[in-house]
């Protein structure tokens, strides 16, 4: 083999190892609860839930036509002879 292909053969198995280890340090030790852990879902639930309600009152409040479809509302011209 090449000693620049074996080189990072081997630079990429010891970079794999070493985060296997560093994982398996952390995985010993106990976890306290951090921000995150405890108020994350409460602040995404209630974030989604405004994101929600904005939109709701938007579309149905405000009075914005969106005239999607010009089916019924458009009416075709007269032919001119010229």
């Not at 951090?34 to 009075?63: E, M, P, R």
Request: proline share 5%.
């Amino acid at each position: 083999m090449f000693p620049l292909v074996k080189n990072a053969l081997m630079a990429g198995h010891l970079q794999v190892q070493s985060i296997q280890q560093t994982m398996a340090r952390q995985s010993h030790q106990k976890h306290t609860p951090d921000f995150h852990d405890k108020y994350g879902n409460a602040v995404l639930a209630s974030g989604a839930t405004f994101c929600i309600a904005v939109w709701t009152y938007g579309a149905t409040q405000i009075g914005i036509e969106l005239n999607l479809s010009p089916i019924g509302r458009v009416t075709p011209k007269e032919w001119r002879d010229q």
